[in-house]
T-cell receptor, first 116, second 116 residues
Framework: DAGVIQSPRHEVTEMGQEVTLRCKPISGHDYLFWYRQTMMRGLELLIYFNNNVPIDDSGMPEDRFSAKMPNASFSTLKIQPSEPRDSAVYFC??????????????FGPGTRLTVL | DQQVKQNSPSLSVQEGRISILNCDYT??????FLWYKKYPAEGPTFLIS?????DKNEDGRFTVFLNKSAKHLSLHIVPSQPGDSAVYFCAASEDAGGTSYGKLTFGQGTILTVHP
């Protein structure tokens, strides 16, 4: 398997613009996670899905952030409108879900977002 | 509030010596602890884990120690190698019960540099 695929790898945009980040999880994995990494707070969980259904979005910082998973092989994280403080690396991860809370999560390479 | 804290942003060690990375947590409900390793421009990868019923887990050069009373865990790397230079994230999860999935809470990360 190719692993978790994220696109784009880098995104530079201007404040106020809409940004869409994309993720393809590992085939057969039931769980998908979106994380944000910043220097101050490390890796923060934004939202996660089980079988395409959002389970917990308590980490989504504001209404400007939204995530969807229309099918088992694709998810998007959208920021509209974007702000400079959204600049961070966004990671997508997936896990099989077979072992419950001890499951290993597999991360994609991340999208580095810069909002000017 | 940060439930998982890595108070040392960076650590520098000579090749062949021991590297000790530390992590503290505040949530007494955490049952499972993990270390992830991250190279630049890549996503984090799972390194080693430990369940709360144990106080030590070993995998080759890597050993994780858990002190539940102190709410502290540490990762020991012996001997350290230049290829170990990376960011190390500590993470924790709790059994949310039944078929619920435990979220991973990450620390801020520690940059380890191993000098030849």
């Amino acid at each position: 398997d190719a692993g978790v695929i994220q696109s784009p790898r880098h995104e530079v945009t201007e404040m106020g613009q809409e940004v869409t980040l994309r993720c393809k999880p590992i085939s057969g994995h039931d769980y998908l996670f979106w994380y944000r990494q910043t220097m101050m707070r490390g890796l923060e969980l934004l939202i996660y899905f089980n079988n395409n259904v959002p389970i917990d979005d308590s980490g989504m910082p504001e209404d400007r952030f939204s995530a969807k998973m229309p099918n088992a092989s694709f998810s998007t994280l959208k920021i509209q409108p974007s702000e400079p403080r959204d600049s961070a690396v966004y990671f997508c991860a997936s896990s099989p879900g077979a072992s419950g809370f001890t499951d290993t999560q597999y991360f994609g390479p991340g999208t580095r977002l810069t909002v000017l | 509030d940060q439930q998982v804290k890595q108070n040392s942003p960076s650590l520098s060690v000579q090749e062949g010596r021991i590297s000790i990375l530390n992590c503290d947590y505040t949530n007494s409900m955490f049952d499972y602890f993990l270390w992830y390793k991250k190279y630049p421009a890549e996503g984090p990868t799972f390194l080693i884990s430990i369940s709360s019923i144990k106080d030590k887990n070993e995998d080759g050069r890597f050993t994780v120690f858990l002190n539940k009373s102190a709410k502290h865990l540490s990762l020991h790397i012996v001997p350290s190698q230049p290829g170990d230079s990376a960011v190390y994230f500590c993470a924790a999860s709790e059994d949310a019960g039944g078929t619920s999935y435990g979220k991973l809470t990450f620390g801020q990360g520690t940059i380890l540099t191993v000098h030849p």
